[in-house]
């Protein structure tokens, strides 16, 4: 329970910052549209920063269990999101990529650097690696069509290259300059607010009463939110895969807070990208992230009274 009350709090921190996105909208001090800039700071400058830095850390037995551990968990909770999310396709379009792909890195990073410490930020790796990979590959499909998608672009797209630099280096202990290593974690540390305010900023250009009483925006909350979670918490109850031993319990706790995070800010930001229906996306966006305050929490305490 302690855990989940110390996630309310951080979540509602980051919240704090969606509203103060949209209040920089509302006093007219920019303009939605201003957003796209930020995105794209996001997308192509912070993510990449933290994948890099997040594979500075020393090559130990212990460390790569863990990691291993994540890498597996992220790829088997990814099979079932997109199955699960494939059920749902014929219904929904943009709606789908919101109920597969979540906020994890944008989230989970800040989340699990309050609530466990620094040292376990590295065991987010895993599912942040595999989303990043499927971003720019499944969810990109989704986004653009088939006939849109270069392997040739989306493998020198400079996330992905980042994945790879990052891993390379693990492998072979290469180590950053101290003061570059200290300016990508700077950097990486504004993944959480940058996205926050291009949610606030986002929000603020919609017709809040159009939004509140949307039907089909609160059905997809409640498939991102709760029901597939749901799905997942039995998974893991069944598969007793929390009780390998070593770090194992904390390394799937911090998987399974990776899955139940609201619909991924990335989601709206290469829609905008893309030209696609970014106002309907930072719509989910911004209702999901304002429900988990609420969600996250209970979906925690949930697994820890059945984990």
């Not at 309310?8 to 920089?24: D, N, Q, S």
């Not at 998608?149 to 290469?174: D, E, R």
């Not at 949307?214 to 007793?240: D, H, Q």
Request: net charge positive.
């Amino acid at each position: 329970m302690e855990t989940a009350l110390l996630l309310a709090g951080k979540i509602t921190e980051l919240t704090l910052i969606v509203l103060m996105g949209m209040a920089l909208v509302k006093f007219k001090l920019l303009i939605s549209e201003h957003s796209r800039t930020l995105s794209v700071i996001a997308l192509y400058l912070i993510s990449p920063s933290v994948m890099i830095h997040a594979f500075q850390i020393e090559n130990t037995p212990d460390i790569i269990d863990g990691l291993k551990l994540s890498v597996a968990l992220a790829v088997v909770f990814h099979i079932l999101l997109i199955a699960l999310g494939r059920l749902f396709k014929t219904v929904f379009k943009l709606e789908h990529a919101a109920t597969v792909y979540t906020n994890s890195g944008n989230l989970i990073i800040p989340l699990v650097m309050s609530i466990f410490g620094p040292q376990w930020v590295i065991y987010t790796s895993g599912f942040i690696i595999v989303q990043m990979f499927l971003f720019w590959t499944h969810l990109r499909l989704l986004l653009c069509g088939r006939g849109n998608l270069a392997w040739k672009t989306v493998l020198t797209n400079i996330n992905i290259l980042s994945i790879f630099i990052g891993v390379f280096m693990f492998a072979c202990q290469i180590k950053l300059p101290h003061i570059i290593d200290n300016t990508l974690a700077t950097v990486g540390g504004m993944i959480g607010p940058v996205a926050m305010l291009v949610a606030g900023m986002l929000i603020a250009s919609l017709p809040l009463k159009e939004i509140v009483l949307s039907k089909r925006i609160y059905l997809v909350a409640f498939l991102r939110l709760m029901l597939i979670p749901l799905i997942l918490l039995v998974f893991v109850k069944i598969s007793g895969i929390a009780h390998l031993g070593g770090h194992s319990d904390t390394v799937v706790l911090i998987s399974f807070l990776a899955t139940v995070s609201p619909a991924a800010s990335t989601v709206t930001q290469m829609a905008m990208v893309y030209g696609q229906n970014a106002r309907k996306a930072s719509a989910i966006y911004g209702i999901t992230t304002l429900l988990c305050v609420i969600t996250m929490p209970l979906m925690i305490a949930l697994y820890q009274a059945m984990v």
